[in-house]
């Protein structure tokens, strides 16, 4: 090798040992799956507030979660970390993001032991966002939807009791606005309109405590339509079958041979 060949070589080698002694170009290691996903939970536990004020770390914690699905996607970790960015957005009220993530979550793992879980979340996600009765009922319907599958694919899962309780709850939520909407239409004497309300009830969302009421003002309704026999017939149905509503005795005053 020439002098020159050889100075050049050993340039060569010194510059390589300057970039590797230096930090500039050097590659952090990321920690493992596991160590992040550990980081990341203990970030969460510390949600806990004094005088209302909250001391979890959400952001970091998601941001953890998230290294662990860019770096180690085919994880076990990186579905746990799936689910837990979905709960952080759930504890902070971000209603959307967290539905956002337990949709996909349930889509993209459909045979994980999580799914019922996700499917009540999602319910739950609706449920926070739902108005009153007299508002529009859009996001109750969903949740309703959503506890339907639940129920139907799952039903000997653990979350399935809590979620025929919330059913139940927001079935009621449902019946409850069909009879304001038909209190709307009776007040402006659509007598029709109202007395098609008041039988979605008692077709749609029977058992659930609203019976008797949705009878009783299908017969006033009636009445107003001068449908007396079909009046009289619901208003013995009250009579027979609900005799300790809260209607009964009113029921029965419309009944002259009841008096």
């Not at 203990?42 to 770390?57: K, P, Q, T, W, Y």
């Not at 009289?232 to 027979?240: K, R, S």
Request: net charge negative.
């Amino acid at each position: 090798m020439s002098r020159s060949a050889l100075l050049t070589a050993l340039a060569f080698v010194a510059l390589l040992a300057g970039c590797a002694s230096s930090g500039v170009d050097e590659i952090s290691e990321v920690p493992s799956a596991d160590r992040l996903y550990e980081q990341g939970v203990a970030m969460l536990e510390h949600d806990r507030s004094i005088l209302g004020v909250n001391f979890a770390n959400y952001q970091d914690a998601i941001d953890q979660f998230q290294d662990i699905i860019d770096n180690y996607p085919y994880s076990e970790y990186a579905v746990l970390a799936e689910l837990r960015i979905a709960d952080a957005h759930f504890a902070q009220s971000r209603w959307e993001e967290a539905l956002g993530y337990y949709r996909d979550f349930a889509q993209l793992h459909p045979d994980h032991e999580k799914v019922p879980y996700t499917m009540l979340r999602t319910a739950l996600c609706h449920e926070r966002q739902s108005e009153k009765s007299v508002r529009d009922q859009t996001q109750t319907r969903e949740a309703v939807a959503a506890l339907d599958q639940l129920i139907l694919r799952y039903p000997n899962a653990p979350e399935t009791a809590e979620a025929e309780e919330l059913w139940k709850k927001l079935r009621r939520k449902l019946a409850k606005q069909a009879l304001i909407v038909g209190d709307f239409y009776f007040d402006r004497e659509e007598y029709q309109s109202a007395a098609n309300r008041y039988q979605s009830v008692i077709d749609e969302f029977p058992g659930l405590g609203l019976d008797a009421e949705a009878l009783y003002k299908l017969g006033i309704a009636y009445r107003r339509m001068n449908r007396d026999d079909d009046a009289q017939q619901l208003f013995e149905v009250i009579l027979d079958n609900y005799p300790a509503s809260n209607v009964a005795e009113q029921a029965r005053d419309q009944i002259p041979s009841a008096q």
